[in-house]
């Protein structure tokens, strides 16, 4: 036993460190007398393992014996890592004390597991300490930076320490920092970061030509999707027309090149096409698989596309079962653009009055739906009607305050919906709104454990600008809180120095890390504010009109008496007498002539009391009172007409 150890060792001095295959060879040699020496199975997963063969690797670990998993965790771990045995991976890592390898790969495990709070931890820890190898410092800062971007994506900014990009000299490095600004919204600087990420990579000496081809793909393929956003469709489709998607060596981001190039389009000329080609797309492995935030993405995109096909009874299908899964109320971007889709569905893609004529019975349904009911207060504010618009999301926080549940308060003062609540108030002048408010969820928030800082500070400055002693005494402790938690923090510290400046005059020392004023107001013409006035817009001018109210003193201006516009006929003429039986109808004034012969027969017999020549009447009575005789036909008496009609048969 001791000779064939020995004998492995003189080979492994002899080897270089790049010569895996044959320490490979000298390991499968060894085992040929024995197959259960540890040291040598342990040796030979290493080489595995540099050559790349993670499950070849895994089996020899896995069949070596406890003994041989005891002694080897950190090459085990690793090897579970990249087959995709993710938990394992990480369980195993993190049960390894003292050891900046296992550290490593339980951040790696954290970071494909989305555990990404968990990740960037570990790195922040890791930087803090010394190196142990060349080049960790490196991957230290592109694997943090890959963490931190990930914590934007998923609404977790408020977690990452480094907000602002610096001067990046690795392309690595550059291009997390640009996904971090897309993730933000900051689209121009994540533009200006991929430009970068890309030169540095064209410029580095350490690839080849085929390996700068391979990074600058996906680069190029996310640069088309800032171009989307950025609304440069003719950049972006042309940027898109130079990606050979075959030659992206990943599936996932050849799924997405795919996704941008479609979106690049000014417009879907033939949607079934678009359909089709993403339909038509090829499995993603499991080592290659996608985040979640991603794939609930590429999830929507597919709903819209069946919208656009007029697929709406599928749409309505799938989305009623993920949101049968995810009961209302949610918080979370991908439910509530579930709801939308399924609101659109029913509308059938229309907009205006017939769109929210569909989609209010379903809001009755689910009164909960933070993403349906956000839809109506759109469609009310695409036509102007504020009022409603506000009506329709005060419906929906009284239904989040009357419930019970915890979590159902959470949503209530979620700092989207409280900011979209204020900016309907103030678009309709509602000052008083804005600050009751404000103040319920400054005190909502103030006794959590991990209260978002931007609603905190955005509520304290909206209850300083009141004249209410309470309201200033709670801006007070919102700002002495914020700056207790983070004394670095300019918005806390001005805070801070504005609330306490009246009642208090220890802030000078903290005024004192705050921009002077002069260099605030520096280039700003003062007269010309004052000249300009006070803007306002056109709602609020109208809100203020009709808020404004008399004063008891005043007295109330008589009403203006209303000219009526004068109805007389285009011929009138004021010299000529008007006709006395303009008010009679047509037929009883005495100039009324019947047209045609049974026109003027039948006014003869409408004609009562008129006197007939003779003296008689229509009636057959004279006009003396007599009695007259009623003439008629007798026995010898002839009827022309009669007879001529019967002559004509």
């Given at each position: 036993?001791?000779?064939?150890?020995?004998?492995?060792?003189?080979?492994?001095?002899?080897?270089?460190?790049?010569?895996?295959?044959?320490?490979?060879?000298?390991?499968?040699?060894?085992?040929?007398?024995?197959?259960?020496?540890?040291?040598?199975?342990?040796?030979?997963?290493?080489?595995?393992?540099?050559?790349?063969?993670?499950?070849?690797?895994?089996?020899?670990?896995?069949?070596?014996?406890?003994?041989?998993?005891?002694?080897?965790?950190?090459?085990?771990?690793?090897?579970?890592?990249?087959?995709?045995?993710?938990?394992?991976?990480n369980d195993i890592a993190n049960g390894i004390p003292d050891d900046r390898g296992a550290r490593h790969v339980e951040a790696q495990a954290s970071y494909r597991l989305e555990d990404f709070e968990r990740s960037a931890r570990i790195y922040s820890d890791l930087a803090?300490?010394?190196?142990?190898?060349?080049?960790?410092?490196?991957?230290?800062?592109?694997?943090?930076?890959?963490?931190?971007?990930?914590?934007?994506?998923?609404?977790?900014?408020?977690?990452?320490?480094?907000?602002?990009?610096?001067?990046?000299?690795?392309?690595?490095?550059?291009?997390?920092?640009?996904?971090?600004?897309?993730?933000?919204?900051?689209?121009?600087?994540?533009?200006?970061?991929?430009?970068?990420?890309?030169?540095?990579?064209?410029?580095?000496?350490?690839?080849?030509?085929?390996?700068?081809?391979?990074?600058?793909?996906?680069?190029?393929?996310?640069?088309?999707?800032?171009?989307?956003?950025?609304?440069?469709?003719?950049?972006?489709?042309?940027?898109?027309?130079?990606?050979?998607?075959?030659?992206?060596?990943?599936?996932?981001?050849?799924?997405?090149?795919?996704?941008?190039?479609?979106?690049?389009?000014?417009?879907?000329?033939?949607?079934?096409?678009?359909?089709?080609?993403?339909?038509?797309?090829?499995?993603?492995?499991?080592?290659?698989?996608?985040?979640?935030?991603?794939?609930?993405?590429?999830?929507?995109?597919?709903?819209?596309?069946?919208?656009?096909?007029?697929?709406?009874?599928?749409?309505?299908?799938?989305?009623?079962?993920?949101?049968?899964?995810?009961?209302?109320?949610?918080?979370?971007?991908?439910?509530?653009?579930?709801?939308?889709?399924?609101?659109?569905?029913?509308?059938?893609?229309?907009?205006?009055?017939?769109?929210?004529?569909?989609?209010?019975?379903?809001?009755?349904?689910?009164?909960?739906?933070?993403?349906?009911?956000?839809?109506?207060?759109?469609?009310?504010?695409?036509?102007?009607?504020?009022?409603?618009?506000?009506?329709?999301?005060?419906?929906?926080?009284?239904?989040?305050?009357?419930?019970?549940?915890?979590?159902?308060?959470?949503?209530?003062?979620?700092?989207?919906?409280?900011?979209?609540?204020?900016?309907?108030?103030?678009?309709?002048?509602?000052?008083?709104?804005?600050?009751?408010?404000?103040?319920?969820?400054?005190?909502?928030?103030?006794?959590?454990?991990?209260?978002?800082?931007?609603?905190?500070?955005?509520?304290?400055?909206?209850?300083?600008?009141?004249?209410?002693?309470?309201?200033?005494?709670?801006?007070?402790?919102?700002?002495?809180?914020?700056?207790?938690?983070?004394?670095?923090?300019?918005?806390?510290?001005?805070?801070?120095?504005?609330?306490?400046?009246?009642?208090?005059?220890?802030?000078?020392?903290?005024?004192?890390?705050?921009?002077?004023?002069?260099?605030?107001?520096?280039?700003?013409?003062?007269?010309?504010?004052?000249?300009?006035?006070?803007?306002?817009?056109?709602?609020?001018?109208?809100?203020?009109?009709?808020?404004?109210?008399?004063?008891?003193?005043?007295?109330?201006?008589?009403?203006?008496?209303?000219?009526?516009?004068?109805?007389?006929?285009?011929?009138?003429?004021?010299?000529?007498?008007?006709?006395?039986?303009?008010?009679?109808?047509?037929?009883?004034?005495?100039?009324?002539?019947?047209?045609?012969?049974?026109?003027?027969?039948?006014?003869?017999?409408?004609?009562?009391?008129?006197?007939?020549?003779?003296?008689?009447?229509?009636?057959?009575?004279?006009?003396?009172?007599?009695?007259?005789?009623?003439?008629?036909?007798?026995?010898?008496?002839?009827?022309?007409?009669?007879?001529?009609?019967?002559?004509?048969?």
């Amino acid at each position: 036993m001791a000779t064939r150890t020995q004998s492995l060792n003189t080979l492994l001095q002899r080897a270089t460190i790049d010569d895996h295959e044959e320490i490979l060879k000298a390991c499968n040699v060894s085992l040929k007398q024995s197959k259960t020496e540890p040291k040598i199975l342990h040796t030979k997963a290493v080489a595995l393992l540099k050559l790349d063969r993670y499950e070849d690797a895994l089996r020899v670990l896995e069949e070596g014996g406890d003994g041989l998993k005891n002694g080897a965790s950190l090459e085990r771990s690793y090897a579970l890592y990249k087959n995709g045995q993710l938990s394992e991976a990480n369980d195993i890592a993190n049960g390894i004390p003292d050891d900046r390898g296992a550290r490593h790969v339980e951040a790696q495990a954290s970071y494909r597991l989305e555990d990404f709070e968990r990740s960037a931890r570990i790195y922040s820890d890791l930087a803090k300490t010394h190196a142990a190898i060349d080049n960790e410092e490196n991957d230290i800062k592109i694997n943090g930076g890959a963490a931190d971007a990930q914590l934007e994506w998923n609404r977790q900014g408020h977690l990452v320490q480094r907000k602002k990009p610096t001067r990046e000299d690795l392309f690595e490095t550059a291009y997390n920092a640009a996904c971090a600004s897309i993730a933000r919204g900051d689209l121009d600087q994540g533009d200006l970061l991929l430009r970068r990420s890309r030169d540095l990579c064209n410029a580095s000496g350490d690839l080849s030509d085929d390996e700068k081809v391979a990074e600058v793909l996906p680069i190029q393929v996310q640069q088309v999707y800032v171009l989307n956003r950025l609304g440069k469709l003719a950049d972006a489709q042309d940027l898109a027309s130079q990606i050979t998607q075959k030659d992206i060596p990943d599936a996932s981001t050849q799924l997405v090149a795919q996704n941008n190039s479609i979106a690049a389009k000014a417009s879907i000329e033939n949607p079934y096409m678009a359909h089709h080609l993403l339909q038509n797309t090829s499995s993603i492995p499991e080592k290659d698989r996608f985040f979640t935030f991603q794939l609930d993405r590429f999830k929507e995109n597919d709903l819209i596309l069946d919208l656009l096909v007029s697929k709406y009874d599928g749409v309505i299908k799938s989305t009623d079962r993920t949101l049968t899964i995810n009961p209302s109320p949610s918080i979370s971007s991908h439910i509530n653009n579930i709801s939308v889709l399924n609101a659109a569905a029913h509308a059938q893609n229309r907009l205006g009055n017939f769109g929210i004529k569909h989609i209010l019975p379903l809001l009755e349904k689910r009164p909960l739906d933070i993403g349906l009911a956000m839809l109506v207060v759109q469609l009310y504010i695409l036509t102007n009607n504020y009022v409603s618009a506000a009506t329709a999301l005060e419906s929906l926080l009284r239904y989040l305050q009357s419930s019970d549940a915890t979590d159902h308060q959470d949503v209530r003062f979620a700092p989207g919906l409280v900011a979209t609540v204020v900016s309907l108030y103030g678009l309709q002048g509602r000052k008083s709104q804005i600050t009751t408010e404000l103040a319920k969820a400054a005190s909502y928030w103030r006794h959590k454990s991990k209260p978002p800082k931007s609603l905190l500070q955005a509520s304290g400055l909206g209850l300083l600008e009141c004249n209410n002693t309470e309201d200033q005494a709670t801006a007070r402790e919102i700002f002495a809180t914020l700056y207790q938690q983070d004394q670095n923090s300019k918005v806390a510290t001005a805070g801070y120095v504005a609330a306490h400046a009246l009642t208090s005059s220890s802030v000078a020392d903290q005024a004192k890390d705050l921009t002077p004023t002069s260099r605030l107001i520096a280039g700003i013409d003062v007269s010309a504010l004052e000249e300009a006035g006070v803007p306002q817009t056109r709602l609020n001018a109208d809100a203020q009109a009709v808020s404004r109210k008399r004063t008891l003193d005043e007295k109330p201006k008589p009403a203006k008496k209303r000219m009526r516009k004068s109805r007389l006929p285009k011929d009138y003429d004021p010299n000529k007498a008007p006709d006395p039986e303009r008010w009679l109808p047509l037929k009883e004034r005495s100039s009324y002539r019947p047209k045609g012969k049974k026109g003027r027969q039948k006014a003869a017999g409408f004609t009562q009391g008129g006197v007939e020549k003779g003296g008689e009447s229509a009636t057959g009575t004279s006009g003396k009172g007599s009695e007259g005789v009623i003439k008629g036909t007798g026995p010898g008496t002839v009827n022309k007409a009669k007879n001529k009609k019967k002559t004509k048969k």
